[in-house]
């Protein structure tokens, strides 16, 4: 019964921007790690981006300055603020909920953002 549902993806022109969400259900959100993974065409699916339950932040060093993770427990959403966004950022983003005191998992199914003129 657990959902990870991605949103705010699409097309988009060099420079400009997206902002992406993830509503989460079925799981105590926030105790939850949260993050965004990118998968581009023949590459292996990397970290983007992940806050902790604490709010503790942590980006791959391709997008540092250019992307900003956070979250609204309230609301069971994550965000990613994509900014400055260029053609090598296009891929499939995915939403990831992790927990480590006892080992969880989940994946949703991921939202497209291209980046072209």
């Known amino acids: 019964q657990v959902q990870l549902v991605e949103s705010g993806g699409g097309l988009v022109q060099p420079g400009g921007s997206l902002r992406l969400s993830c509503t989460g259900s079925g799981i105590s959100f926030s105790i939850y790690t949260m993050g965004w993974y990118r998968q581009a065409p023949g590459k292996q699916r990397d970290l983007v981006a992940a806050i902790t339950s604490g709010g503790s932040t942590n980006y791959a060093d391709s997008v540092q300055g250019q992307f900003t993770i956070s979250r609204d427990n309230a609301k069971n959403t994550v965000y990613l603020q994509m900014n400055s966004l260029k053609p090598e950022d296009t891929a499939v983003y995915y939403c990831?909920?992790?927990?480590?005191?006892?080992?969880?998992?989940?994946w949703g199914r991921g939202t497209q953002v291209t980046v072209s003129s």
């Open positions: 990831n909920a992790r927990r480590t005191t006892v080992y969880r998992n989940y």
